[in-house]
């Protein structure tokens, strides 16, 4: 997701998408524990757009977007 996209997004909406990444990245960490992950690259997927999400809404909230 880049940032654009998230920047168009309102407020709840990318609260809802920051909350989908976040259980998809602990319910893929849990996966990892048991079995072997197809696509070991999606965890650093998951971390960057968690961290572009938070950036952008930190940035709503202080009036900067």
Known sequence: MKANEIREL???D???RLEELVTERFNLRFRSA???IENPMR???LRRDIARL???LREKEVGNG
């Open 34 to 36: 048991t079995e072997s």
């Open 43 to 45: 965890f650093r997927a």
């Open 10 to 12: 309102s407020a709840d």
């Open 14 to 16: 990318a609260k809802a």
């Open 54 to 56: 938070r950036t952008i």
